[in-house]
């Protein structure tokens, strides 16, 4: 049976390592939760060990959220917006705060562009967009200058439910594992997280 985690291959012997450089961070996503009789995710590091969790036990219908680290921690909130004539849209806030959001992920349906994820007011940060397939788990987000800052790959052998997301540095790593949560809520079918019966 093929491992959920990654495998880590030894560097080459003599191989330079440029310190100054950092590499991409790289997580295996896993569509179940570790806690019985509950639907979310279960997220590796390149070393087999916990980084992050999703749970839905709070919110029967999914419309909120919680991304937690591996200690439990909240690191971010993702809360579905009712009645945006924006069409549909998730809201991203810090920590369990769910007065300011500090991103708004809309999705899209025009050209290849899937979703547009935009730094609300008075944030100084980036905006960005995600094109490919959240189905077929390929796809790309892609900054302000059209640099490649994640992607969402497919794992070799086990199907659609185990996937990676690598993740390049300048971009926070709980911040693209919240776009994934919301990416899952809009366009997967059935959604892991929420019944679309309730939609």
């Known amino acids: ?23 991409p961070t790289t997580l295996t996503v896993w569509r179940k939760s570790l806690l ?91 905006s960005y967009e995600v094109e490919g397939s959240y189905a077929r788990r390929c796809c790309v987000l892609y900054d302000g200058e059209r640099r490649t800052v994640a992607e969402v790959r497919p794992k070799e052998v086990v199907g659609t439910d185990v996937f990676r997301l690598v993740v390049q540095p300048g971009l926070g790593v709980s911040l693209a594992m919240a776009v994934v949560v919301a990416l899952e809520q809009m366009f997967a079918r059935p959604s892991l997280l929420r019944s679309w019966s309730t939609a």
């Open 36 to 126: 019985f009789d509950c639907k979310g995710f279960t997220v590796y590091d390149a070393k087999g060990n916990l980084a992050y969790r999703v749970d839905s036990y709070a919110s029967e219908n999914g419309d909120e959220v919680v991304l937690m680290d591996a200690a439990g921690r909240p690191a971010f909130t993702v809360r579905r917006k009712r009645f945006s004539l924006q069409g549909e849209q998730w809201l991203v806030f810090a920590g369990e705060e769910t007065r300011r959001p500090v991103y708004a992920i809309r999705r899209n349906g025009r050209g290849k562009t899937m979703a547009n994820v935009t730094a609300c007011a008075g944030g100084t940060s980036s």
């Open 1 to 23: 049976m093929p491992r959920v985690h990654p495998n880590m291959v030894p560097a080459a012997p003599g191989a330079a390592v440029d310190r100054a450089e950092e590499a």
